[in-house]
């Protein structure tokens, strides 16, 4: 032990034989002149590299989180470490995320999380009774009580049953079935789901998919990865955004020469854009889909976003019921919706679902065995769902506060996207159309030549150099319109409005001035 210390004292360690009688010291010596021998092999190349991985998650972009989000990114560390900028914070005002902005959950959701989430707090009288009412019943449909179990692929039966019920409600008595419902991993999921059963064939056979431009970068997305055809239509700016079925049936046309056009995907209320449609553009549009055998999506996320008193939501579903069993029997359609938007803004909880109709039974069979392999979606998000279809009634005792809390949420939004549409239209060189629901504003930008040039030089697209300079000097995230599309030779940006009322006065007079 003496010697073994003294050793290690002198930064040696001591010999001790092997197990053919060498000392461990003389071993590692031949065993490093035998490797000094040996030639060196080169590095073992990857595998997986840019140019062997799938080409077309390489072509997926998403400009809501790409190149301008990654800089606001690095933009908030430099702060942290303390280097000087013309601002103090940088203002994320790229996504929809109502409450990473300061807007407050609502209470009677939270608390019915709260209780499915720690069932022990049902005793509790801190909580109302209708909120324990709805909570034990979903636990009551969980494996095990417990929102930590799996559901079935499709949902939580009790879930679904609801969500029919409030589609009904919503629709005027328009009868929904539980089991046309899907309860999905936000309305994101729904969408990618349902377009992967749809996406077939080859070359010319193609299955073209349409999508309005400006359009939510999640579309273009899912079209590039399942590598299908993007047919695009244009919305009318001119005319608030509006969809004209003239320019539905040019951009058919046009896509009959080199795909099949096989699904009409319609985002209202607008993202980007914030139009919301009138019904008889609902109407037109469902002619076409059953004249162009045209599978509908309906993306209606901001269903309950409408502020302009012009306006009012039409749910397609409704229109297409009312239209006469010829359209009602004979379209395909998928709705969507979710708990992300709307004045619930719980993106996190990722909770959403889709109505399918008119699907053909088999296809109703693979679409089941498509959701079954992703198992089931997050069971928190199901139960937010059902809440947001499910909330307090006249006589309920959260009813009240309920009520005011939602009213508050959707009458602040009413007041900031007609703030926006004022300010932006007061400065030369941006025009906003009226933002008539959703949550963002879509103005259009005259950049001068000089500008356009530059950000040639800096290989940029204009709004993309634009909107980079922004964040740059006002540390302003906002995503460039090219982002979403656009006609050629306009240039666009999106912006939230969900900012406090103070924060986005601040945030539109650091653009405007």
Known sequence: ???????????????????????????????????????????????????????????????????????????????????????????????????????????????????????????????????????????????????????????????????????????????????????????????????????????????????????????????????????????????????????????????????????????????????????KCIEDVIHFAWEEKLFLLADEVYQDNVYSPDCRFHSFKKVLYEMGPEYSSNVELASFHSTSKGYMGECGYRGGYMEVINLHPEIKGQLVKLLSVRLCPPVSGQAAMDIVVNPPVPGEESFEQFSREKESVLGNLAKKAKLTEDLFNQVPGIHCNPLQGAMYAFPRIFIPAKAVEAAQAHKMAPDMFYCMKLLEETGICVVPGSGFGQREGTYHFRMTILPPVEKLKTVLQKILF
């Open 1 to 279: 032990m003496q010697r073994a210390a003294a050793l290690v004292r002198r930064g040696c360690s001591p010999r001790t034989s092997g197990p053919w009688g060498r000392s461990q010291s003389s071993a590692a010596a031949e065993a490093s002149a035998v490797l000094k021998v040996r030639p060196e092999r080169s590095p073992r190349e990857r595998i997986l590299t840019l140019e062997s991985m799938n080409p077309q998650v390489k072509a997926v972009e998403y400009a809501v989180r790409g190149p301008i989000v990654l800089k606001a990114g690095e933009i908030e560390l430099e702060l942290q470490r303390g280097i000087k900028k013309p601002f103090t914070e940088v203002i994320r005002a790229n996504i929809g995320d109502a409450q990473a902005m300061g807007q407050q959950p609502i209470t009677f959701l939270r608390q019915v999380m709260a209780l499915c989430t720690y069932p022990n707090l049902l005793n509790s009288p801190s909580f109302p009774e209708d909120a324990k009412k709805r909570a034990r019943r979903i636990l009551q449909a969980c494996g095990g009580n417990s929102l930590g179990s799996y559901s079935a692929s499709q949902g939580v039966n009790c879930i679904r049953e609801d969500v029919a019920a409030y589609i009904t409600r919503r629709d005027g008595g328009v009868p929904a079935d539980p089991d046309n419902i899907y309860l999905t991993t936000g309305a994101s999921d729904g969408i990618s789901t349902i377009l992967k059963i749809l996406v077939s064939g080859g070359g010319k056979s193609r299955t073209g998919v349409m999508i309005p431009i400006p359009q939510y970068p999640l579309y273009s997305a899912v079209i590039s990865e399942l590598d299908a055809i993007q047919v695009n239509y244009y919305l009318d700016e001119e005319n608030c955004w509006a969809l004209n079925v003239n320019e539905l049936r040019r951009a058919v046309r046009e896509a009959k020469d080199h795909c099949d056009p096989k699904v009409l995907c319609i985002i209202n209320p607008g993202n980007p854009t914030g139009q919301v449609q009138s019904r």
